[in-house]
């Protein structure tokens, strides 16, 4: 059986898009794992799946699942390449796309260049909608074994994430604290950690070790959970540029609990394929 994939990039942020309006595709782990792994078989961050709307209110059902093949509620960086393939396939010519996540339902605007402005809906704070187990608070605070006291904000954007500010984000230890914040039991689903060093009022540098696919270059989800952290704790203004290593995103957000946050950033198609696949 032979599936076709297009490879796509948003901010070195890396996809596998696979067209279920017009592929049959069944995301069996063993699948996933052919089309995620990057030695034996295609390579990716995620997988993203386009399916035929389930309901009159939206254009498009969008599925994602991480690297390990886990199936997960939102993937901003996903969401430009999902508007891109869109467009470059023939799928729909409108100019903005309402998509439903498992989580959420955001939309997609094509700006010109490549690049896409998504509305990625307002965040959510309260400690049930992330998960977090903890009682609510505008910091928190986590003992973790060789790190002491960690602080940091937590917010999910249909997919939860923990924000930590730092000094010097490549000095950051990333994976380590990453791995530890992931793996306590505050968090029953695990959590996205974003390590975001401040450069002034509208700036900021942003690196993510993310669940289910370690770190990436960029993180959609994880730089507007940064600058909605970022604003609650007073350090950004309504608009920031924040730069991942895989290039930069912009975020704004008029700061009130229903506010949508805005992401606008580049989106690439990097080649298409098919693989021979056994079911
Ligand atoms: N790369 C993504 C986020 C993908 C999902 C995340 N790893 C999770 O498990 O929630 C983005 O650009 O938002």
Redesign the pocket.
Known sequence: MKLRFTKMQGAG?DFVVIDATRERFAPTPALLQRLTDRRFGVGC??VLVIEAASTPDVDFDYR?F?ADGSE?G?????SRAFALYVAENGLSDKPRLRVRTSTSVIELQRIGDNRVRVDMGAPRWVPEQIPLKLAQAERYRIDIPAFGSVEFGAVSMG?PHAVIVVDDVDGAPVEVLGRALQASPEFPQSV?VGFLQVLGRDAGRLRVY????GE?LA????ACAAAVVGRLWGLFDGAVTLKARGGDLRLEWAGGADDSVFMTGPAETVFTGEIEWQK
């Open positions: 942020n961050d995620q994602i991480n997960v939102q993937c901003g960086n996903g997919n996205n993310e669940r289910g696919a990436t993180c959609g989800t994880g």
